[in-house]
C-alpha cells in the first residue's frame, strides 16, 4: 500500500506523457501501446525489486536490458527513443520509491515537463532534415555545397553523403538546414525536376 501513491502518479505521468504531448504530435498507435507497456512492466517490476537489499542495481539492469531488446526490435527515431527513456524512467522512478513522495512527484512531472518543452511544436519548428538524390557525382563538398544551395534556395548546415554513385552518376546526401520564414525550400524543390527529395 505504501506505493500506491507514487503508482497513481505514474499513470498520470505516462498518461500525459502518451496521451497528451506523444500521441496528438506524432500519431504512432503502436508506440502508444509500447510505452504504456513498458512503463507499467518496469514499475511492477521496480515495485518488486524495491523490497530486496539489491533492487536499485537490479532496476537500472532491466532498464538496460530492456532498452537493448526494444531498440534492437523496430526502427525508432531520436524523437521515440528519447519518449521511450522517459517511460522507462518515470517506471523505475515510480516502482522504487527510493526517495520521498514529493521528490518522486517533481521528479515526474520534471520528466514530462522536459519533453512537453523540447517537443513542442514551436521548438526547432523550422530545422529540417532531407535526403536528397541529386543527379550528378559530386565528389568535392564545396560543389556539392552548392548544388544543394542551388536546388533548395538555403546554406546547408550539414551535409552527411549516403551514396557516392560515379557509375549512374548520382549523389544521396543527407542534408540539415534551417528553413526560412514562408516555406521557400518546398517551392523551390518542387520547381526542380532534376533532384528527388524525401
Given at each position: 500500500?505504501?506505493?500506491?501513491?507514487?503508482?497513481?502518479a505514474?499513470?498520470v505521468?505516462?498518461?500525459?506523457?502518451?496521451?497528451?504531448?506523444?500521441?496528438?504530435?506524432?500519431?504512432?498507435?503502436?508506440?502508444?501501446?509500447?510505452?504504456?507497456?513498458?512503463?507499467?512492466?518496469?514499475?511492477?517490476?521496480?515495485?518488486?525489486?524495491?523490497?530486496?537489499?539489491?533492487?536499485?542495481?537490479?532496476?537500472?539492469?532491466?532498464?538496460?536490458?530492456?532498452?537493448?531488446?526494444?531498440?534492437?526490435?523496430?526502427?525508432?527515431?531520436?524523437?521515440?527513443?528519447?519518449?521511450?527513456f522517459?517511460?522507462?524512467?518515470?517506471?523505475?522512478?515510480?516502482?522504487?520509491?527510493?526517495?520521498?513522495?514529493?521528490?518522486?512527484?517533481?521528479?515526474?512531472?520534471?520528466?514530462?515537463?522536459?519533453?512537453?518543452?523540447?517537443?513542442?511544436?514551436?521548438?526547432?519548428?523550422?530545422?529540417?532534415?532531407?535526403?536528397?538524390?541529386?543527379?550528378?557525382?559530386?565528389?568535392?563538398?564545396?560543389?556539392?555545397?552548392?548544388?544543394?544551395?542551388r536546388?533548395?534556395?538555403?546554406?546547408?548546415?550539414?551535409?552527411?553523403?549516403?551514396?557516392?554513385?560515379?557509375?549512374?552518376?548520382?549523389?544521396?546526401?543527407?542534408?540539415?538546414?534551417?528553413?526560412?520564414?514562408?516555406?521557400?525550400?518546398?517551392?523551390?524543390?518542387?520547381?526542380?525536376?532534376?533532384?528527388?527529395?524525401?
Open positions: 500500500m505504501q506505493h500506491l501513491p507514487l503508482v497513481l505514474d499513470l505521468a505516462i498518461s500525459v506523457l502518451v496521451l497528451a504531448l506523444y500521441y496528438p504530435r506524432h500519431r504512432r498507435k503502436d508506440l502508444v501501446v509500447a510505452f504504456f507497456g513498458v512503463n507499467v512492466g518496469v514499475m511492477a517490476v521496480a515495485v518488486v525489486l524495491s523490497g530486496t537489499t539489491v533492487g536499485a542495481g537490479l532496476g537500472l539492469g532491466l532498464f538496460g536490458v530492456l532498452s537493448i531488446i526494444r531498440l534492437r526490435s523496430t526502427e525508432l527515431s531520436q524523437r521515440e527513443v528519447a519518449y521511450y522517459v517511460a522507462l524512467a518515470l517506471g523505475l522512478v515510480s516502482g522504487l520509491g527510493a526517495t520521498s513522495l514529493p521528490v518522486a512527484i517533481t521528479l515526474l512531472a520534471g520528466l514530462v515537463a522536459v519533453l512537453a518543452v523540447v517537443d513542442a511544436p514551436g521548438v526547432l519548428a523550422r530545422d529540417r532534415e532531407r535526403l536528397v538524390v541529386l543527379d550528378a557525382a559530386y565528389a568535392d563538398d564545396a560543389a556539392l555545397g552548392d548544388a544543394v544551395e536546388l533548395l534556395g538555403v546554406r546547408p548546415h550539414t551535409l552527411d553523403v549516403v551514396r557516392l554513385d560515379l557509375v549512374n552518376d548520382s549523389t544521396t546526401v543527407m542534408v540539415r538546414f534551417r528553413e526560412p520564414r514562408g516555406g521557400r525550400v518546398a517551392a523551390v524543390a518542387a520547381a526542380r525536376p532534376d533532384a528527388v527529395t524525401a
